[in-house]
């Protein structure tokens, strides 16, 4: 009879069984804590609205009543909740392929300024559907805004994107490149698009840099400014505090050498004017905006430019409703710069808040787009609807 096999003997395992049994611990004590960070973070953010500050109106209470997206939960991806990461994937993620036709408007001075027109959806639009203009960030083009275009021309839109002078990959006619906040070009586009289409309201959406031309806008030109609502994403507010404080070096070197790169493109033409070679030397702002905007408008320092430039100049001229969309951890135009009690005072303006989203981002958990874009158009829509209904 044989020997039965000691109690040491049925225990024992192979290394490559014990190695197998315990990854599968391993995996399985990650799967399970990663499941109770999703509860967690989910009960965490259920009921996390974003916060709205106006003043009561009729125009609120029509955009607050009817628009869900301003009474709904924002929620980004949970691996989304650092401000720095959620900027910078908001930046590289891959945007829709849209199709744009480009047409140049000379300025009076003989500057020219790119017009790039959405050809999807043309025809489905009419003499009366609404001209959406859209104003890119700092050294952004239309490829770069192309989410909120898709949405707009969806929504029945005749869509638009400002190119400022050299901007987009556009050719500079005259050796001067447009200010932060002069709205002089922006007038000679707006009155263009009003007579070439006289039956059609015309809006604006402003990102980032883009917000603070739309606001300069509507504060220098007020009741004249010809458009019937606009919005600003991200926006600076004001200017001076946010180029007189210091800005975090990583987002300072993107900044100016996206400004670089314009400057290099259009090297041969910018050159006749200013000093290329120290412009490019440039550590910062203030280097930067000395030796180039300083000497196309003739200020005699940066600081005299962002005075005159300052978005916010005149807020008390802006006529049209106006809504603001700000992540609370913006980590370029941060928190403290916001003036909520415009908001509060204003029975035109809207804010909205929330504490994640970084720059530009926005980024939503179920789509992987921006929300930011979606209640844009929300906003827009309900802003129409209601301008009608009077």
């Known amino acids: 009879m044989p020997e039965l096999a000691s109690v040491k003997d049925l225990t024992t395992r192979s290394p490559t069984t014990q190695l197998m049994l315990e990854t599968m611990y391993v995996v399985a004590v990650g799967v399970i804590a990663i499941f109770v960070f999703v509860v967690w973070y989910y009960r965490r953010n259920k009921h996390r609205l974003p916060d709205l500050y106006y003043r009561d109106s009729d125009l ?212 006749q004017l200013i000093d290329l070679r120290a412009a490019l030397r440039a550590t910062n702002f203030h280097e930067f905006d000395r030796h180039v905007y300083c000497k196309f408008y003739g200020y005699k320092d940066s600081l005299e430019y962002w005075q005159h430039q300052n978005p916010m100049r005149n807020v008390g001229n802006v006529s049209p409703p106006v809504m603001c969309v700000t992540s609370l951890d913006d980590p370029i135009f941060m928190a403290r710069y916001v003036p909520f009690n415009i908001f509060r005072e204003n029975s035109n303006w809207l804010l909205v808040t929330t504490n994640k989203g970084g720059h530009c981002g926005f980024i939503e958990e179920s789509t992987l787009k921006p929300w930011s874009d979606r209640l844009a158009l929300d906003y827009i829509d309900a802003v129409l609807e209601f301008q009608t209904r009077k």
């Open 60 to 271: 609120h209470q029509h955009i607050i009543g009817t628009k869900p997206g301003f009474t709904s939960p924002y929620r980004p991806p949970f691996w989304l909740q650092n401000n720095h990461l959620h900027t910078f994937f908001a930046s590289l993620i891959p945007k829709v392929k849209l199709c744009f036709k480009r047409e140049y408007i000379t300025m009076d001075d003989g500057g020219a300024v790119a017009l790039d027109w959405v050809q999807d959806k043309l025809e489905s639009l009419t003499d009366t559907s609404p001209i959406f203009l859209v104003l890119p960030s700092l050294s952004a083009s239309a490829d770069d805004m192309a989410e909120l275009c898709d949405i707009a021309s969806k929504r029945g839109y005749r869509v638009v994107v400002f190119n400022k002078r050299g901007h987009g990959d556009s050719v500079l006619a005259t050796p001067k490149l447009q200010g932060f906040g002069d709205a002089k070009d922006m007038r000679s586009c707006v009155e263009y698009l009003h007579d070439e289409h006289p039956a059609a309201k015309i809006v604006a959406v402003g990102s980032s840099a883009g917000s603070g031309l739309l606001m300069s806008y509507l504060t220098e030109y007020g009741a004249e400014c010809i458009l019937a609502t606009a919005v600003c994403l991200c926006p600076g507010y004001d200017s001076v505090d946010f180029f007189t404080n210091p800005i975090n070096n990583v987002y300072r070197y993107i900044l100016l050498s996206s400004l670089k790169k314009i400057l290099k493109k259009h090297a041969k033409m910018l050159c």
